[in-house]
């Protein structure tokens, strides 16, 4: 699905989806998840989210399940196991906007990615009607206007050939070499009469670039 050739499946146009969310995951006992399973016995039509199996002739195969997660305008991201879901990550390959539901979530690069320019945060303990509501008020051309943003800035989350200029891997070390400036006695730090921080090129730390124009 990361790949600029043949995908597993392609996006949909937004007219052509079925659905206006999804959840596709365990319940997991968590409270979020199981809201969202609940959610979508009471909205059927509008909410996807369907009992997953992992083994045995039931099982989503790789298409499959992305054929599912490509058919609703917000894919819905609910906490798991850890601070971070994998979920919010497909999400932006198969072109629906992720909608955070974990508070304590943990985003890389945070000072190169504008996370609210393309996805919504939302309050875990707000799961309910009121979410599909809000989402269904959200106008087709503000969801393409996110898509668009987010195909922008998606490479930083894929590992590529040192030759491609965007990547994981340029995102880090610009997160590292941002590190490094902030490190007042670094080699490559220099600071003047008046409280300025510089590179050797004499640019100020504040006026320094993401290694992609930001969305």
């Known amino acids: 699905m990361t790949t600029n050739k043949a995908r597993v499946v392609k ?5 052509k989806r079925k ?11 968590k409270a979020g998840r199981l809201k969202l399973i609940e959610l979508s016995k009471q909205f059927p039509d509008k ?3 369907p009992e997953l199996k ?4 039931e099982k989503l195969g790789r298409a499959e399940y992305f054929e599912h997660l490509r058919n609703a305008k917000f894919c819905l991201a609910p906490r798991g196991e850890s601070s971070w879901t994998l979920r919010f990550y497909e999400s932006f390959f198969v072109e629906c906007v992720p909608v955070i539901l974990s508070d304590q979530i943990e985003l890389p690069f945070q000072n ?7 996805s919504i945060k939302w309050p875990s303990n707000r799961i309910g009607p009121e979410l599909l509501e809000y989402l269904e008020s959200i106008p087709d051309e503000d969801i393409e206007n996110m898509l668009s943003r987010s195909r922008k800035v998606r490479c930083l989350w894929v590992y590529a050939p040192d030759s491609s200029p965007c990547s994981a891997m340029e995102a880090i070390l610009w997160e590292l ?3 490094v400036r902030q490190f007042h006695h670094s080699t490559e730090t220099f600071w003047l009469h008046n409280g300025t921080f510089t590179n050797r090129d004499l640019v100020k730390f504040s006026d320094w670039k993401s290694p992609l124009p930001l969305p």
Request: aromatic letters at 12%; glycine letters at 10%.
């Open 177 to 179: 070499q941002r590190k």
């Open 112 to 118: 190169v990615i504008d996370y609210s320019q393309i």
């Open 54 to 57: 992992f083994s045995g002739p």
């Open 19 to 29: 659905y206006l969310a999804n959840y596709l995951g365990r319940a997991q006992g």
């Open 47 to 49: 909410l996807e989210s």
């Open 11 to 15: 996006p949909l146009p937004l007219s």
